[in-house]
């Protein structure tokens, strides 16, 4: 029995052009992303199989592969509902974040220099991967982290509220080869007000670790 299942797209394919393509979000949320969720599916009953028949000569494949295709899952989930077509600007612009907005601001002198590193982070991934702004449960401030493929890189326990897809999947058809053009473009089409409500529920459900 499945565990996982693809979600919904928040909006057709055409609510994000002309940042991206209707091609791009259709081929990405339809193939790849029910992919990952193909994936950790299948390998839950490959562990299903391998409990039950008390075999382990393939556990660390086994792992590996659901931490890949699971957070594949997790990180696209939380990729849609950060975009709206009407979306862009800084937080400051938008109602209800205000309290995201200062907290970008404390964690990294400000909008604009939190705007630069995320771009940086996301352009500079070697190979696939993402650049994330995280809510980091032992500071409970905000850091930008890599991920590579999608795992790795990243502080154990912080939350992600904003990602960035920067593998070739999700910009190729439409970019070419430029991902900073992609980056720089992404920025006109941020959900803040889901950014915020992630940054909220992140504070709320994440107490603080104690170092």
Known sequence: MAIYTLPDLPYDYTALEPVIDPQIVELHHDKHHAAYVKGANDTLEQLAEARDKDQWGAINGLEKNLAFHLSGHILHSIYWH?????????????????????????????????????????????????????????????????????????????????????????????????????????WKVVNWQDVANRYAQAKERTPLIAP
């Open 82 to 186: 950060n975009m709206t077509g009407d979306g862009g600007g800084e937080p400051l612009d938008k109602d209800g974040v205000g309290e995201l907005a200062d907290a970008i601001a404390e964690s990294f002198g400000s909008f604009a220099k939190f705007r630069t590193q995320l771009s940086k982070a996301s352009a500079t991934t070697q190979g696939s991967g993402w650049g994330v702004l995280a809510y980091e449960p032992v500071s409970g401030r905000l850091i930008v982290e890599q991920v590579y493929d999608h795992q790795g890189n990243v502080g154990q326990g912080s939350v992600p509220i904003l990602v960035f897809d920067a593998w070739e999947h999700a910009f190729y058809l439409q970019y070419k080869n430029q991902k900073v053009d992609f980056i720089e473009a992404m």
